[in-house]
């Protein structure tokens, strides 16, 4: 089976971890200050806040940012799930927003349709490494008075018009798990030039602790160890490198599928650069005659493995249209939206028709052929 994805790990990697392993310092040491400082260096921020999670990530920039209870968070309809979850964990209320077709990412002028007095916050994803329109999205932010989360957990090293995610918005959260351009293992960071967060936030992910018996505020466990920063170090400095493949890979396969009726593949305007988290690619089922599954099946069964994101709109998730609502009514959330009603277009369309073919670093000119040549021997 051709992979999607693999951790680039080698033996700087593993070395780094021996030398923590033996040092016996595995918490808030060293190697977590280093990695923050190289981070905020490599995206171009003041301060930069490592985590145990993406998730924890953007949990804790929404914390560190106000958002309490009944307040209103603008996200995408379509991404990973704990971009909503962070919302709820706040008694935040996630209000879903339509995406743009040609990038998969918060769609500017639906934005807009969903503010209202209780808005609060805005969070971008830059979806699959493709940036979100953060001129657009800021633009808005300003006129309302509004804060700016990206969530960068699919776009470690992408740029817009000539700056790095993460440094565009009031906060950047990042992922580091495994199948990510970068990993530790599990991981994530905040990144921001605001250094009363940069403050608060080291005290949120360490049980709201200042100094060595204070509690001064509700935080909860999300420290980096150690064992990861010393990863995160080494994997940092190769992102760029590894990044240049990933891209080299999916240049390829847009190329040569591109004339392919059925597929869309990713077009990305000249002052983005892409880092393809995977090379997507939307199916028109009506042209190939089958069912996106069936196609999946079929790449699946030639040996071509096929991720699928995301396969349901998120408003359809039982836990908001069950399990949420009542703890949100709870913790003040009088206006909750009925989830299960939504009907998004552009999410509508996407939702279970976005497959991401492989293009990891380590691909071989061989292996990216047979994906080409099983993609044209269907429909
Ligand atoms: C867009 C997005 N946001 C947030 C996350 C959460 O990151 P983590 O799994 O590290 O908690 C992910 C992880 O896949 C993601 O893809």
Redesign the pocket.
């Known amino acids: 089976m051709i992979k999607v994805a693999s951790p680039q790990i080698g033996r700087q990697e593993i070395a780094a971890v021996e030398e923590v392993l033996l040092s016996g310092q595995y918490v808030s040491g060293r190697k977590v200050d280093e990695f923050e400082t190289l981070f905020s260096e490599y995206v171009g921020v003041d301060y930069s806040v490592a985590v145990n999670?993406?998730?924890?990530a953007?949990h804790s920039a929404l914390d560190v940012l106000g958002i309490g209870p009944g307040d209103e968070v603008i996200v995408p309809a379509l991404?990973?799930f704990?971009?909503v979850t962070a919302v709820v964990h706040q008694a935040g209320v996630p209000i879903f927003c339509d995406i743009s077709l040609d990038n998969f990412c918060l769609d500017p002028d639906d934005l807009l349709r969903r503010i209202t007095p209780r808005t609060k916050a805005i969070i971008a994803?830059h979806?699959f490494g493709h940036a979100a329109e953060m001129d657009a999205i800021n633009q808005i932010a300003k006129r309302y008075g509004l804060a700016v989360i990206e969530?960068c957990?699919?776009a470690h090293g992408t740029t817009y018009k000539g700056r790095k995610v993460g440094s565009l918005g009031d906060m950047g959260?990042y992922?580091?798990?495994a199948t990510k351009h970068m990993t530790t293992g599990?991981?994530?960071i905040v990144t921001t030039n605001d250094v009363k967060a940069n403050e608060k936030m080291r005290s949120f992910r360490s049980h709201g602790m200042e100094g060595r018996h204070d509690h001064v505020m509700l935080g909860y466990n999300y420290r980096m160890t150690e064992i990861a920063a010393a990863i995160g170090i080494i994997q940092l400095d190769k992102l760029d490198e590894l990044n240049e493949k990933r891209i080299k890979a999916s240049e390829y396969l847009i190329e040569q599928l591109s004339g392919v009726s059925w597929l869309t593949m990713p077009k990305v305007p000249s002052y983005v650069r892409h880092t393809y988290f995977w090379c997507h690619a939307m199916i028109n089922e009506d042209l190939v005659g089958q069912s996106t599954q069936s196609v999946i099946q079929t790449l699946r069964n030639k040996g071509v493995e096929v991720r699928e994101r995301y396969t349901e709109p998120l408003y359809r998730q039982p836990m908001l249209t069950h399990f949420i609502p009542p703890i949100l009514q709870l913790s003040g959330g009088a206006n909750l939206p009925a989830y299960g009603d939504l009907n998004l277009p552009n999410v509508e369309q996407a939702a279970g028709r976005i497959i991401g073919l492989p293009n990891r670093p380590d691909i071989t000119q061989a292996e990216l052929d047979k994906v080409v040549e099983s993609v044209l021997s269907i429909g």
Do not use: K, N, P, R
């Open positions: 999670s993406g998730t924890a953007l991404t990973f704990s971009t994803v979806y969530d957990a699919q959260a992922s580091f798990f599990e991981g994530g």
